[in-house]
């Protein structure tokens, strides 16, 4: 079988690529020979960004300095970039995920399959939380899987040891698929049955982050620290539970669970939104990207509050 | 009933007899008016620690700047010091807990109860390891309770948060004693009934900590740190679960568990281990305290190749 893929390289998708790209060419009988990413086009130094993927093999702009193989190719039209794709990698930043679902809906083959890899919740208008799982389901008619984990994607292209858990509820070969394709020495792939749980550590353990940050720059320390991991850790596998029905503590021990959660507070974006009020913090830390926690946190705030549970 | 302690006052003892001290006198229906607390007598300027101690409430040495309750009284010998205790509460280092156990063996009422804070394990000399609380249950034939967490003297001497599991296997009644000498607002105990678990993870944490050095020093980055702390952690639980037969999942959910394995991953002495030479660090970095987890971790690897579980 054939696939060819379809990835929006942003910072964290150029370092996926790289591996991607790596073991797909080094499966010819399990993947296509050509990877489309899809990238959202811009002006860097006066030359598109995808021509210079395309022609120096680098991501200039956001992972300068790493080497994406050449059967990489950048695509600026989306649907063009997924059309005929057998697999969809969807690596898009939360807040882009509903208008990308809603193009590409009826312009995917009905028998692709997807995985996303965003670490963030959609917010409902009417209130409450939904999963990007779920939101690229519903557009796109398809299965979707989840990959999370403990993975900068800095550390991810300079090869450094990583892990990772890939939430499949499809078949058990969809699973092994996705495990040849992200799988390497370096990037330690885990497949579970259980999408929801996976995704939703992803995403909560944000709003961790978010208290760690505080809690630094409160000036208190390491213990302070490990007790806010613990009892947040906890707390997520409360919400998991109360709200998505699902129990499944072993979960939780995964790449995606603890590993991520500890990688997220003491290294992670999140934690780093309380050094300077927010948006000069947006601008001048995260170099325009953005943060998921205080929008989670508000949303998760507002569910345990409507459902009455803020004692449990 | 009213009790009396023996606390031995090395670093992290100053700490905690300055939660016991605040605790004792807040409960007076419960507990003695005078802590006596053994010291390791020495000379600190020309003047005996625990004259410093008992004149001016501090320890210059091992905890400078924090005052310790009136109602602790240094004695420095340690017969005397325990003579006529209720209650004993051991943070001994170590390698110094069979000499300790062997003078008092005989010399304690044989009503008391104790309490270890030491984390770290006795070597066997015919190879594998002894929990500390056994040690002292087998020459004291008292019952023998243990204190872990994430709680770093320097810490709880600031009165920052920080949290403490206690295993107590003894009666309820027990256990809500220990809680009510060491729970304060900002030191948060929870009571487990079982022991070894708890002490286990205080002790083998050391081992990751010592793992997570190595990473920190050969440059990895947070994600490959936090990989190490996942996978340490399930083997944490699996040689608790192999050599003791104990599988109490929810207690690596406690701080003694996860959240102390963090803080001493992200902030412990043993991390600090591989900086340099392990002596130079010793003299240079720990200013004279010991690292358990280089000897924790040669028994340990010892006992799981000698039955033969490396690959489990």
């Known amino acids: 079988c054939l696939h060819k893929f379809f990835i929006k390289l942003c910072f964290r998708g150029s370092a996926?690529?790289?591996?991607?790209?790596?073991?797909?060419?080094e499966y010819p009988d399990y993947f296509g020979k050509d990877i489309k990413a899809w990238i959202f086009d811009e002006d860097v130094n006066g030359k598109k960004l995808s021509e210079?993927?395309?022609?120096?093999?680098?991501?200039?702009?956001?992972?300068?300095?790493?080497?994406i193989p050449s059967n990489v190719t950048a695509v600026p039209d989306i649907i063009q970039a997924c059309k005929d794709a057998d697999i969809l990698v969807f690596v898009v930043p939360h807040q882009f995920v509903e208008n990308v679902?809603?193009?590409l809906g009826g312009n995917v083959k009905p028998t692709a399959v997807a995985i996303t890899l965003t670490k963030g919740l959609l917010p409902n208008k009417e209130g409450g939380i939904r999963l990007v799982s779920e939101e690229i389901k519903k557009h796109l008619k398809i299965e979707v899987s989840v990959l999370m984990g403990a993975n900068l994607a800095k550390e991810v292209a300079n090869n450094d040891f990583c892990e990772a858990t890939i939430g499949c509820s499809d078949s058990v070969e969809t699973g092994m698929m996705w495990k040849r394709l992200f799988h390497t020495e370096n990037f330690q792939v885990t497949v579970v049955d259980d999408v929801v749980t996976v995704e939703l550590c992803g995403a909560l353990k944000n709003i961790i982050a978010c208290?760690?940050?505080?809690?630094?720059?409160?000036?208190?320390?390491?213990?302070?620290?490990?007790?806010?991991?613990?009892?947040?850790?906890?707390?997520?596998?409360?919400?998991?539970?109360?709200?998505?029905?699902?129990?499944?503590?072993?979960?939780?021990?995964?790449?995606?669970?603890?590993?991520?959660?500890?990688a997220s507070c003491?290294?992670?974006?999140?934690?780093?939104?309380?050094?300077?009020?927010?948006?000069?913090?947006?601008?001048?830390?995260?170099?325009?990207?953005?943060?998921?926690?205080?929008?989670?946190?508000?949303?998760?705030?507002a569910m345990i509050k409507k459902a009455k549970l803020e004692a449990k």
Chains 1, 2 share one sequence.
Do not use: W
């Open 52 to 67: 210079i993927v395309n022609t120096e093999h680098e991501n200039v702009k956001y992972l300068p300095g790493i080497k």
């Open 101 to 103: 679902c809603k193009k």
């Open 16 to 25: 996926i690529a790289c591996v991607i790209g790596k073991n797909a060419a």
């Open 211 to 262: 208290a760690a940050g505080l809690s630094d720059g409160l000036g208190h320390g390491d213990n302070t620290k490990s007790a806010i991991i613990r009892l947040g850790f906890i707390e997520v596998m409360k919400f998991v539970e109360c709200f998505y029905n699902v129990s499944n503590i072993k979960i939780f021990f995964e790449s995606c669970g603890i590993a991520d959660l500890i």
């Open 266 to 301: 003491i290294g992670g974006r999140n934690l780093f939104m309380f050094i300077k009020p927010f948006p000069e913090v947006e601008k001048e830390v995260l170099k325009g990207q953005s943060a998921q926690g205080p929008m989670c946190a508000a949303e998760a705030a």
